[in-house]
Every structure is written in C-alpha cells, then in structure tokens.
C-alpha cells in the first residue's frame, strides 16, 4: 500500500523535545520533497518546514527557526521532525506531505502527492 504514516507526537511540557517520524511505504521518499504540516485547533493547516528532494535544501517558517530540524534516513525511508523547546503555540496535529521531485515547498498538503493521518503534538505544563 502506498502510503506515509506519521509517528512520535504526544503531550510535552513547554521547553520539552519530541521527534516526529513520516515514514513511506510502497514508494521510495528519496525521489519526494517533504513537508511538515501543522494545523493548531480551529485553523487550517500550515507549512512549517520542507526538505527539498532535488537539492536536500530545508526551509523552515520563522516561528520554528531555530527550534526543529528537518532531516531525512533513506535507508528507514523516513523523514524526520526533530523539535526541541516546544512551546503552547506549536500545539496542533502535524502533518507530512510528499510530492514527487517538487521544485518548491507545497503550501497546502493537497500540493502533494501523499499525505498522513497526523500525530497530535500538545505542549502544555
């Protein structure tokens, strides 16, 4: 089946760590540009970071900057999400989106080729 699945989200105190995981299945995300998506409550989703397939180029929004690094394993097909201190504002569901050999970070997951169900990130004390 043709697919990513996203992992790792849970409940974190402010100041706290968590690495969130989009791992693909049935294709290779190698060929893909990523995206991480995050949709706080009652908004609609938004980029926060991109890993570029053609180049490895990372973009990140300026509220993240700084704080998460996006990275990619191709040996576990898996892209990564590493956020470290986390704050209130970064609460909401995080997506990730691939699309094939994209030239530019999509905007909207339906940019995309695939996407996930999404992990619930809360950070809260």
């Known amino acids: 089946q043709v697919q990513v699945a996203e992992s790792g989200g849970g409940l974190v105190q402010p100041g706290g760590s968590l690495r969130l995981s989009c791992a693909a299945s049935?294709?290779?995300?190698?060929?893909?540009?990523v995206g991480w998506f995050r949709q706080a409550p009652g908004k609609e989703p938004e980029g926060v970071s991109c890993?570029?397939?053609?180049?490895?180029?990372?973009f990140y929004v300026d509220s993240v900057k700084g704080r998460f690094t996006i990275s990619r394993d191709s040996a576990k097909n898996t892209v990564y999400l590493q956020m470290n201190n986390l704050k209130p504002e970064d609460t909401g569901i995080y997506y990730c989106a691939a699309a094939l050999r994209r030239r530019l970070c999509g905007n909207y997951l339906s940019d995309h080729d695939y996407w996930g169900q999404g992990t619930q990130v809360t950070v809260s004390a």
């Open positions: 049935g294709f290779t995300l190698d060929d893909y540009t």
């Open positions: 890993l570029m397939s053609t180049d490895g180029n990372t």
